[in-house]
Structure formats: structure tokens, C-alpha cells
């Protein structure tokens, strides 16, 4: 399958879209085949080979009835019939014969390792293999700076995963990489990579989610172990952190000395930077910072957000994308759903809140004036912010703060004071003590759902929605969490320790 097909409401999809055959070889999707019947003329599908082909971005479309064959080279542009297919070794050297040196060296070995799938649980989509198949392309032709642009909830932290999978596990690295190798020769060492967010919670989503690699090879980075060891952690192979960690630590006289300062600048060889349009290449942004320090290395920026006008930095830093999966491109293959923009009308077209104010939703600052025009408190002359929806039903749209719901209250009320990320990290111990490493892994899954969009994505009615964004299919995460009555059980049953009042600073 290659696409799941658009949802159009009602529980029904547009037809999915299925290649009749796949030529996948060293676990590189290389041609595409569709076979009508014999009555019909040989060339009846090649339309749909070549539109298939585009997709899966590969070099080759056939289309046959069984008694001619004609091929189409997506590269070239070349066509006519063919007296066979291919051996896989043939189509190789078709697709990727003209590479030498370290190119042709490195994407021998990339392609020996195959994709981390979890016992059979996790298949990449297609947009997924394409997004590592460029990616690691882009490093064996030895670009320095390289950019994905996916649309949020296409699985971004999954193709980072599998990209460091390939690299560790085929010993990459820049020192063996500048030195070139022979074929029969083995690099000397594992890279050192570095995973880079904004907040805790992402950083460790994407701890948690590479826990398929032996566990001395990862290392969280955290403010409250480099004290207590009195330096910064170099043991290990893939690192995880955020900007804020790494800009603070001081000197031995108490003046600020950043924690990245106490890395050699090419200590690592590969670094994943999330979100990386929230400022991460911006000239007075202090992520350009760390990233210049760390200029030896290879540097993946992932971003959601298309080239405009207010991340055009991004876009200077990084270069042009080396594949785009869209918004729209994600909702027409039906991996996300449509959207809508909803008007609401208000009076207010200002608010400061007060003691006695109930909060009913999101995040809000005491003494802080929410504007009509700035926060997007909505009215009907602009609408509340739009966003796309995950194909499990969940936000898929930037992330970042909401613009708050109050109401007045004739009783005193009073807001909570605590982040929903503040909640999640008070108790986050608490409950991993409680669950084996599959509920933990899945339960940090759902914290950083809710920490990202609300206390709503802890209704019962989310659950298979979660399941489904989490494992791609209910059967998967019943394999791998047990019954749905146990399934329902940890999601009802961990959420009385997430509010226990007494764990809250």
C-alpha cells in the first residue's frame, strides 16, 4: 500500500492506493510495476506506474500485460519495451552504477543495514523511507547541512531514529568519511550523535523512542547529572538534550561558561535538530550558537514549516530541502485529516485575568494583556488558529502556547499554576516505577500528546485514536501492550498518579 487513501468524513476514505508490485533491493525501493489484464494493451498502466513512481521516488516504472513490457526511466525520461525485468543486481547498477568513491562506498553500507522494525510492529510509510533514503544520500555525498520538511504528526522523531540506526549501525563517521575507504575496509568507530530540542518533553519522547539501541549507547544530558558529576557526559554514542541545558552551566569562578563549551567542537559527527524553525538558525538566536560552535558536523534540521518570510534563516542555514512531505500532500494520501477554520464571535477585545477568573483551558499570565489582534482571542473578524489533524484524529498543527479561556466566575476562583509540562515531569518518575518498559514507552506517548495539546487527549474516546497514531494499527498495539481491557486499564489507571496534588511543586 501506498497510501491509506483522503478521509472524507463518516468513517469513509477514498479509494487507497496500491502498487500492483514493488522492486525493493538492499532495502531500496528501486522500480514499480503495475500488470493489467492480457486483453489489454501493455502500456494500459503505465500512467499509473510513472504517478506511483514519483511517489516512491523511484528510478524505474513498468507496465506490462503480461506479454510486452515497456519501461519508463523517471530519471532520464527514456522509454520503450524491454525483452525482461531486470536481475536485482542489474537494477542496482542501472539505478545507482554511475557513483564512486565514498558516495557509491557509503550507500553500500547504508544499505546493508535494514530499517529497525520493531519485530515486525513498525513498516516506514513511504514519504518516511523517502525522507532517510535522501537524507542519508545527502550524507554519503558529504553535505554538511542538511534540511526535512514534514508536516507535524508524519513521524519526524521516527526518521530521525531510523537515520541514526543506519549510521550507528554502519559505523559512520566524519573522521572515516574525510578519509575515504576502500571496500573491505571497516570504519574505526560509531559516530557520536546528538539529538537537540527546545523542551524536556521532546527530548525525551525521542529518548524513549530510540530504546531499541543497546542502552549504554544513549546518554540524556540534564542540568541536575552534569552537577553532580561535575562535567559534561562523553561516554556513550547518542546524545539527547535541549538548547536551554546546553546554554547554561558557569566557570570556576561563578561566571556563565555555556555546558556545549565543554565538548570539543567536533566531538559529534551527526546532529538532529527538532523544530529547528523555532529559531535554531536565526542570526541572534543563541541555538546559532551551539550550531556554529558545532559547525564540524553533520547538522539535520527537521521543520514542519514551509519557506516564508519569518523562517527564511532556517532555510539560508540548512539549504533547500532535501525531500518536503506537505500538509496538503499528508491529508489527499489520508495520513492526516482535513482541517476546518471555525469563527467565534466575542465582545472582549482585551482581557487581563484576575484571582477570581476561572481558567477553563490552557495556559495563562497573570498581568498580562490578552489582545484581540495579538493573542487571538477569537472574534469574527479573524479566526482561532486552524490546524490539521493527525489520521487518528489528534492535532497535527504547530506547536506552541494557546490563547487561553476564562470566564468570570461570581465565586472566587483561581487557575492552576502549574504547566501541563510542569505536571508531567512532577510525576513522570512516579509512574515509569509503575510500568514495564512497553506501557512506559506508550505512556510517555500520551504525556507528550497532552502536554502539547491538552488534558483533552486523556479522554477514554482517545484512546484508539492514540493507539493508532502510536502503533499504526490496533492489532500492532495489542501485540505489544497486551488486551484491550489491559490497554484501557493503563490508560484510565495511570492518570490518578499524573494529579496527585502532593507530588506538584
Request: charged share 25%; net charge neutral; with cysteine.
Amino acid at each position: 500500500m501506498i497510501a491509506p487513501g483522503r478521509l472524507q468524513g463518516g468513517g469513509r476514505r477514498a479509494r487507497e492506493e496500491i502498487a500492483d508490485y514493488v522492486l525493493v533491493y538492499r532495502n531500496q525501493k528501486l522500480a514499480v510495476i503495475e500488470a493489467k489484464r492480457k486483453e489489454l494493451p501493455d502500456t494500459e498502466g503505465l500512467g499509473q506506474a510513472k504517478r506511483y513512481a514519483e511517489r516512491l521516488q523511484t528510478r524505474f516504472a513498468y507496465s506490462t500485460n503480461g506479454v510486452g513490457i515497456y519501461r519508463a526511466d523517471m530519471a532520464t525520461g527514456d522509454e520503450g519495451y524491454v525483452d525482461a525485468y531486470p536481475t536485482p543486481e542489474e537494477l542496482w547498477e542501472a539505478v545507482f552504477g554511475a557513483e564512486q568513491g565514498r558516495e557509491r562506498f557509503w550507500r553500500e553500507r547504508f544499505a546493508a543495514i535494514p530499517f529497525e522494525i520493531r519485530g515486525g510492529q513498525w513498516e516506514p510509510r513511504y514519504y518516511q523511507h523517502n525522507a532517510i533514503t535522501r537524507t542519508l544520500e545527502a550524507i554519503g555525498q558529504g553535505r554538511d547541512r542538511i534540511l526535512l520538511t514534514l508536516a507535524t504528526g508524519t513521524g519526524k522523531t521516527a526518521i530521525a531514529f531510523q537515520i541514526a540506526w543506519k549510521l550507528f549501525h554502519s559505523r559512520w563517521n566524519l573522521t572515516d568519511w574525510r578519509n575515504g575507504l576502500e571496500p573491505g575496509q571497516e570504519p574505526k568507530r560509531r559516530p557520536r550523535i546528538l539529538f537537540l530540542a527546545d523542551r524536556n518533553i521532546l527530548a525525551d519522547q525521542a529518548f524513549n523512542n530510540f530504546s531499541a539501541f543497546p542502552e549504554d549507547a544513549l546518554v540524556r544530558i540534564a542540568p541536575d547529572a552534569i552537577a553532580k558529576k561535575g562535567k559534561v557526559p562523553k561516554n556513550g554514542s547518542i546524545f539527547f538534550t535541549i538548547f536551554q541545558t546546553f546554554m547554561t552551566g558557569t566557570d570556576e569562578n561563578g561566571d556563565p561558561s555555556p555546558y556545549f563549551g565543554d565538548y570539543p567542537p567536533d566531538f559529534f559527527d551527526f546532529i538532529v535538530i527538532d523544530e529547528c524553525h523555532r529559531g535554531g538558525a536565526g542570526d541572534e538566536s543563541a541555538w546559532r550558537g551551539i550550531m556554529e560552535y558545532f559547525a564540524p558536523a553533520v547538522q539535520l534540521g527537521l521543520t514542519a514549516t514551509p519557506k516564508r518570510t519569518d523562517n527564511v534563516d532556517t532555510y539560508a542555514y540548512f539549504g533547500e530541502p532535501v525531500y518536503v512531505y506537505s500538509l496538503k500532500q499528508g491529508i489527499n494520501d489520508g495520513y492526516l485529516t482535513p482541517f476546518r477554520v471555525k469563527q467565534i464571535s466575542t465582545t472582549i477585545d482585551s482581557y487581563i485575568y484576575t484571582s477570581d477568573d476561572k481558567v477553563i483551558e490552557g495556559e495563562i499570565q497573570e498581568g498580562k494583556t490578552y489582545e484581540e489582534a495579538v493573542n487571538s482571542l477569537a472574534s469574527a473578524r479573524r479566526p482561532t488558529r486552524s490546524h490539521a489533524r493527525s489520521a487518528a484524529g489528534l492535532p497535527a498543527s504547530a506547536k506552541g502556547s494557546r490563547a487561553p479561556s476564562a470566564a468570570r466566575s461570581p465565586a472566587s476562583a483561581t487557575a492552576r499554576r502549574i504547566s501541563r509540562e510542569q505536571r508531567v515531569e512532577a510525576h513522570r518518575a512516579t509512574i515509569h516505577k509503575l510500568y514495564a518498559d512497553p506501557q512506559r514507552e506508550f505512556l510517555d506517548f500520551v504525556l507528550a500528546h497532552c502536554v502539547e495539546q491538552g488534558v483533552d487527549e486523556l479522554n477514554q474516546d482517545k484512546l484508539p485514536d492514540l493507539l493508532r497514531l502510536h502503533y499504526h494499527d490496533i492489532p500492532d498495539a495489542v501485540a505489544i501492550l497486551g488486551q484491550i481491557p489491559e490497554i484501557r486499564d493503563l490508560f484510565v489507571g495511570f492518570q490518578k498518579y499524573l494529579y496527585e496534588p502532593e507530588s506538584v511543586a
